[in-house]
Structures are given as C-alpha cells and as structure tokens.
C-alpha cells in the first residue's frame, strides 16, 4: 500500500514563526502536492513538485515556499506564519504514469497560527 | 479555468438508504478524468470512484456508482444501502489529461454526509 506520512497531526505556532511541514511517501512517485483545506472552500493547491528540486505554483502559493530535496520528501514552508495561514494542510503524491492518475493524501497537519 | 461545485454542504439519510451528491464542474477540455473523494472524520482522504471523460459507461465501484453527464457537465455519486462507515465528507475533483495543468486536482467545496442509525 501507498502511504504517505506528515510530520506532525496537530501544530501550534505563533504569528511570525517560520513554519515547516514535512511530507514523505514510500512509493517511489514523481509528484507530490501541497493542498490546504478549508471549511466551505474545500482543497485548494498551494504548490506541487514533479521532480526533484522541481516545483510549480499552485492556486494559492503567496506566503509558501516548498522544498524538495529527495525523490520521497517535500516540504511546506512557511515563511513567517500568519493568522490566516491556520488551517488544514494536506499533502498527496501520484505516480506520474499511471491512467488515470491517483493522487494519494497523508493524514494531514491542522495548524493553529496565534 | 476549471472549476467544481458541489451544491449541497450538508447531508443526511437513515442506514441502509440510497443517497445521491451533486457536482457539477466548468471546462472547456474535451478530455479529462473526475474523481470522488471520501474523507473520514480524522482519517486520511481516500478515493472511491474515478471517471475517464471519453468513457461513455458510468464507472461503479461495489455500493458507489456515478452518473455522468458530460454535456451537462454533470457528475454525481449514488451510495446504495448506505453504511454507518459511508459517514465522511466527500470531495468531487476535477484534471485535465493532457497539457498545462495535467496532474493537477481542482477540488470542490465537499458535501459533509451523515449516516444515521
């Protein structure tokens, strides 16, 4: 099975803090996303990666930046976090072959901004 | 740009009824793929059922089945003999196949479906 873990469940962070979110899949997938979800306005993408050190803005990237370092690991930053950066982050991972593709999700990570 | 909208934010049915979302998306693509996703209460999003634009049957997936639409632009999810663990939100996603922005899933807002005992 594809499994795809987050760093951390839950995260509490003060306002200005800079703010890492890890992602890290076990499948070998060439892309990897960075999704935000929030209540009424479902996910929406913040950035995503095909390739290692590859990266492509999403809908909504103002106030991220992303890493990707190694083929398995991609990273959210928050450069200096925001009280309307508090929300549900999602990351996902997808084999860049297969058809259709499937994008497959990790637990997520609710951060709080103070 | 695309874009999806599910309708209905909240739902609610008795066990083992028949319930149908609603979706209903925006592009100019003539091929492309949808896809409903589930997400459990505090659980990881997982997908239930997928559909190829140029496929004219309904996909079904065992209780889940779809009705696509394609000129209406239509896509929605039927459970049959719905089951406590059917209780989740459910996403409607949209991608292109092919060109700038293939690879990418275009969300909509989700329906929070309840199942009651």
């Known amino acids: 099975d594809v499994k795809v873990t987050q760093s951390s469940r839950y995260l509490v962070k003060r306002t200005g803090e800079k703010v890492f979110l890890e992602c890290v899949q076990d499948?070998?997938?060439?892309?990897m996303f960075w999704y935000r979800q929030d209540p009424g306005l479902g996910l929406r993408l913040i950035y995503f990666?095909?390739?290692?050190?590859?990266?492509e803005k999403g809908d909504i990237p103002e106030g991220y930046s992303v890493s990707r370092e190694k083929k398995e690991r991609f990273s959210l930053i928050l450069e200096s976090a925001s009280t309307n950066q508090t929300s549900m982050y999602l990351c996902a991972s997808s084999n860049r072959e297969t058809r259709p593709p499937e994008q497959f999700f990790g637990p997520g990570t609710r951060l709080t901004v103070l | 740009a695309q874009t999806v909208t599910q309708s209905q934010p909240e739902m609610s049915v008795q066990e083992a009824e028949t319930v149908t979302l609603s979706c209903t998306y925006d592009?100019?693509?003539?091929?492309?793929?949808l896809f409903w996703y589930k997400q459990p209460p505090s659980r990881q999003m997982i997908l239930v059922i997928r559909?190829?634009?140029?496929k004219q049957q309904n996909a079904t997936e065992n209780r889940f089945s779809v009705n696509f639409q394609k000129a209406a632009k239509s896509f929605s999810l039927k459970i049959s003999d719905s089951q406590l663990g059917d209780t989740a939100m459910y996403f409607c996603?949209?991608?292109?196949?092919w060109g700038q922005g293939a690879q990418k899933l275009v969300f909509g807002q989700g329906t929070r479906l309840t199942i009651n005992p």
């Open positions: 499948m070998d997938h060439e892309n």
């Open positions: 559909q190829e634009a140029y």
């Open positions: 990666s095909y390739d290692v050190k590859m990266k």
């Open positions: 592009t100019s693509e003539n091929n492309y793929y």
């Open positions: 996603a949209f991608m292109k196949q």
